[in-house]
């Protein structure tokens, strides 16, 4: 067999094998290195990270599909490695700061984030079902993983285990609803499959779109898919949270937007009705649970769930616009995210962090710069101008009008209302109360403050001049 083809295709795969080198690199520094081993292993990675975001620029996107029409190494592939290299740099830059404190350094966390990036970065550009859960098992498995990275930590372990057993179940829906459709087309291949599903009255071809999707909202946190989510988010080291709530999130979306453009237009109008009942209960699930929250990340964990819904409203308005707000709210939910959970850092509580709401009391008079920034994040996640986050709601919610849902842009707008009085227990704590016992780090080594200081500065910039961005999640869109 000749594999010459196969061969000269690795050209747009610089990126991933990049990614892989250096986790690999980063495994053997670990295991052999015999001073700072772990540290360095993590540094590697952060290199490897930057190393496979600049090769991003000068790889080539492939015309057609690649290896026998599995892959499609497209600009829509490319925006969302983008967002998965950021958010490893970002969690990464966290984990220096999280793991000095617990005076434990996991090194493996390093370098099973590069891998997990490795199969998010496949995935997003995978058009054949083998491909695509080979990819999405390998970042899926790893989540799990890194969840419960803390072996000896009760609520790491339980939620690595809480996280493994509903993980495996999602994706045993996910595996029913491939092999309807792959039984009734006869063929793996996204293309092929939708010649096959074209009219899209068949129920049994329902059936298994609505078992596939059944899988990919348990790793969207989407209602009532959702229930992982805030013991899971509370567990997880919080840097590795910022990961896990983030990239597997954007590939994921990534995946139902391929799909639905390939595959599933012949269903339209089912798969519009059931994302407005899922973005709907979503929303309010999410910020009515939020409300009662005072730990702060079991309060982010049902943000994420409400976020969840807003983007899910893009996928409602699936079009030119919908795609580009989808794409755009993604982008800038990941700075938010690593801008809140960085704050946690930033609060010391017998020898660990405070992560309640109260531990925040009295934040802004020993820190005013960072309460400073934590407010325009607040902003920013409530949806209120001159922040990305006001922006993003206004691209989901001007698709979504446009496209004639008049009563979910009402209820999105309404949920931006409900979330303003759980986000701002947070600032009412950091300048309205008193200090309380804890106390504020003295981050020597300033990894959690640069990140919080970036996120705060990417946001706004974003929040006041869009069109940069703007353009180039147009560009990237599958629909021109």
């Known amino acids: ?7 000269g295709q690795l050209k747009y795969l610089i990126p991933e094998a990049i990614v892989l080198v250096f986790a690999l690199a980063a495994m053997i520094v670990h295991l052999f290195a015999k001073i700072n081993g772990r540290r360095a292993a993590g540094i590697l990675s952060i290199i490897g990270l930057v190393a496979a975001g ?26 969302f490695k983008i967002i998965f290299l950021i958010s490893g740099i970002l969690a990464i830059l966290l984990s220096f700061k999280f793991f000095d404190v617990e005076k434990s350094e996991p090194g493996e966390a390093y370098y099973l984030i590069l891998l997990s990036i490795v199969g998010m970065m496949f995935a997003v550009s995978s058009v054949d079902f083998i491909s695509f ?17 803390f072996k000896k930590d009760k609520r790491s372990a339980e939620a690595g285990v809480k996280y493994f057993i509903l993980g495996t179940l999602s994706s045993a829906l996910m595996v029913l609803g491939m092999a309807i459709l792959v039984g009734v087309s006869g063929s793996t291949t996204y293309t092929e499959i939708a010649a096959m599903l074209a009219d899209g009255n068949s129920k049994i071809e ?66 519009q009705i059931i994302f407005q009942v899922i973005a709907v209960i979503t929303m309010f699930w999410g910020n009515i649970a939020a409300l009662t929250q005072k730990n702060i990340k079991r309060m ?31 982008f800038v939910y990941l700075f938010m995210n690593a801008a809140a959970f960085g704050l946690i850092l930033l609060v010391q509580k017998n020898n660990g962090f405070g992560e309640y709401i109260d531990d925040m009391r009295g934040f802004a008079r020993k820190s005013p710069l960072m309460a400073g920034g934590i407010i325009v994040l607040l902003l920013s996640l409530t949806g209120i101008p001159p922040t990305a986050g006001f922006m993003g709601k206004y691209f989901l919610f001007t698709a979504v009008v446009e496209k004639g849902m008049y009563v979910l842009a009402v209820i999105g707008a309404l949920n931006s209302v409900i979330s303003l009085f759980y986000y701002f227990q947070i600032g009412r704590a950091m ?16 990894y959690a403050r640069s990140v919080i200081t970036v996120s705060v500065i990417v946001i706004l910039v974003i929040g006041i001049l869009p069109g940069t961005l703007t353009k180039f999640a147009s560009l990237s869109s599958l629909i021109k």
Do not use: C
């Open 1 to 7: 067999m000749d594999y010459s083809l196969y061969l």
């Open 54 to 79: 600049i090769s991003l620029i000068y790889s080539p996107l492939a015309a057609g599909e690649i290896y026998s029409e599995t892959l499609s190494v497209d600009q829509f592939a490319l925006y």
């Open 133 to 149: 859960y080979v990819s999405f098992e390998l970042f899926a498995i790893l989540s799990y993983i890194l969840a419960g990275i």
């Open 206 to 271: 329902l059936t298994g779109m609505l078992l596939l999707f059944s899988g990919l909202f348990f790793k969207l946190a989407l209602a009532p898919f959702h229930m992982w989510t805030p013991d899971v988010y509370e567990g997880a080291p919080t840097p590795l949270v910022v990961f896990l709530s983030t990239a597997p999130k954007a590939a994921v979306f990534a995946v139902i937007i391929r799909m639905i453009y390939v595959m599933f237009g012949g269903f339209e109008m089912q798969w």
């Open 300 to 330: 982010m964990a049902y943000s994420s769930i409400a976020h969840a819904g807003y983007i899910m409203m893009g996928l409602a308005a699936f079009g030119t616009k919908g795609n580009m707000a989808m794409m755009f709210y993604l």
């Open 431 to 446: 300048f309205m109360e008193e200090a309380g016992v804890v106390e504020i780090i003295k981050d020597k080594s300033y």
